[in-house]
């Protein structure tokens, strides 16, 4: 039995859809931290367990007679180690024989603000003893959904990352990548880093949103300290901000790109287009 946790989210969702597509539903278990929230989930079989990470009773319940865990990492910055950490204890108490975890690009190797959780997880993870997988993610296209938003208004949108590339990819293929991973052998001890095939840059991002809008959209780099106010003025959280700005600052340095490939190559298919992924977002 795989469980997949954080069922309820936008990545947990998708991996539990592309697990369906493998094996069969009575095989997969949604563990989330509000079962009401997941009746769609439960279908044809796929069982939902309650497995609230601050809550070991649940864990533990929830990990019962499996063999597999993709931990997807939460979303709670801050409690996260502490969180990520029960979860590990509760999959060793159970026998769990296989823990795959979403981690961060360049996880051990990355300055940004956002990896520290990441690599705290992961020597948990190691120092547990489970053989794992690390499945280091890259950023999501989806996060831009407000930058495109605003750009199509505006007519440009504004970072502090110059000519940098990242390999930002949507969440399916991350979440066709954990498929790969969960469905398929000999995964155990790797650690994989998951960008796009093709890196882009903003300059890049505002030619496709240019082609796709038929108006011309254009990029303007600004400094650290101008990104951060206008963050701010948007209405950004000081400390969320700051981290957004510092991932610019990852972009220009490399941090979130990787020439591996190991996301096409665990997914089965080629990583979607930047203008693939420019063309959902102007639908979303
Ligand atoms: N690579 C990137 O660009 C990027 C961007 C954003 C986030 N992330 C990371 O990737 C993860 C998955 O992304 P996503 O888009 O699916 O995020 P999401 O939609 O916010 O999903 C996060 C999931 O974690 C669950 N969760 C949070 N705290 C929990 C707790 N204490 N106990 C049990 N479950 C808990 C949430 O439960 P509920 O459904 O009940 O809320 C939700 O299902 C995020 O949590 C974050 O760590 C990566």
């Known amino acids: 039995m795989i469980v997949v946790t954080g069922a309820t989210g936008h990545l947990g969702k998708l991996v539990v859809e592309g697990l369906l597509q493998k094996v069969p539903a009575n095989e997969v278990v949604a563990a989330v931290r509000t079962p009401g929230k997941a009746t769609e989930l439960a279908v044809g079989g796929v069982q939902v367990r309650k497995a609230e990470y601050g809550d070991p009773v649940s864990l533990i319940a929830a990990f019962e007679g499996v063999d597999k865990v993709l931990l997807i990492s939460g979303s709670e910055v801050g409690q996260r180690v502490a969180q990520h950490a029960a979860v590990v204890r509760a999959a060793k108490a159970a026998g769990v024989r296989h823990l795959v975890y979403t981690s961060i690009l360049n996880a051990d ?78 995964h155990e001890g790797r650690t994989y880093e998951l960008a796009a095939d093709e890196p882009w840059s903003y300059v890049d991002f505002a030619a496709e949103l240019s082609a796709a809008t038929g108006k011309t959209i254009t990029y303007q780099t600004v400094s650290a300290e101008q990104h951060q106010q206008i963050l701010e003025d948007a209405g950004v959280p000081e400390g969320f901000a700051a981290i957004l700005v510092d991932s610019d600052r990852g972009i220009d340095d490399g941090e979130l790109a990787s020439d591996t490939r190991d996301l096409s190559k665990l997914a089965g298919r080629p990583t979607t287009s930047l203008r693939e992924s420019v063309a959902r977002l102007l639908q979303s």
């Open 109 to 186: 190797t990355t300055k940004m603000l956002m990896a520290a959780d990441h690599k705290a997880t992961e020597q948990v993870i190691r120092e547990s003893g489970i053989p794992f997988t690390f499945l280091r993610n890259g950023w999501y296209t989806e996060n831009y959904a407000s930058t495109v938003a605003h750009a199509v208004e505006a007519g440009s949108f504004a970072g502090s990352a110059t000519e940098g590339k990242l390999g930002g990819a949507p969440r399916v293929d991350y979440a066709d990548a954990a498929v790969g991973v969960l469905t398929t052998e000999g």
